[in-house]
């Protein structure tokens, strides 16, 4: 601001070594103080409107943060209901065979029994289980697919849901394969 200053000073001078005339010199020098002035109007309104949009600005960002930090607090917390440090599963077991139901924490995968507090029997643990039921049939106690009807359809020899009452009617299908497309 002081190089302003200056230079308006050395402007004044290099009028009044121009101009001769007092009065001419005096209009000059108050016309160039009118500008100077309307110059220094525009620049404290420019100056008052940056400021007042820094300020604008200011406030979003100070908003937007306040947001990002409550959003980052609901994904801690949803981040930490999902990666608990103590790792234990919680699980519903129902003994197979004493059906007593019971709910146990497991502390790992790498278990692979746990023993029924009712009947005491050792349960085996299977992780693995879509794995293992590949060629199950569906629900069944042991995979929770319901196989077990499948395995009533065999051991009743049931077809059309139709019970089979004796071998000899069965032995009757068997003959007569062409009864099968009705």
Request: with cysteine.
């Amino acid at each position: 601001m002081s190089e302003i200053g200056g230079k308006y000073k050395q402007i004044m001078k290099d009028l009044e070594k121009n101009i001769q005339d007092p009065q001419e010199l005096e209009f000059v020098k108050e016309k160039f103080s009118d500008l100077s002035l309307l110059f220094i109007d525009i620049i404290d309104r420019l100056t008052k409107l940056t400021d007042a949009r820094i300020k604008q600005i200011e406030d979003q960002q100070s908003d937007i943060n306040n947001r990002v930090k409550n959003i980052q607090a609901i994904v801690d917390n949803i981040e930490n209901d999902i990666y608990e440090d103590d790792e234990n599963y919680e699980f519903e077991i129902v003994c197979p065979y004493c059906n007593y139901e019971f709910t146990t924490d497991i502390e790992d995968e790498d278990k692979s029994e746990i023993e029924c507090p009712e009947c005491h029997n050792t349960i085996e643990l299977d992780w693995n289980s879509d794995d293992d039921y590949e060629g199950c049939a569906g629900n069944c106690s042991s995979c929770g697919s319901n196989c077990n009807v499948a395995e009533d359809e065999e051991k009743y020899h049931m077809k059309n849901s139709e019970p089979i009452e004796d071998d000899e009617e069965l032995k009757d299908q068997k003959n007569h394969p062409e009864d099968d497309d009705m």
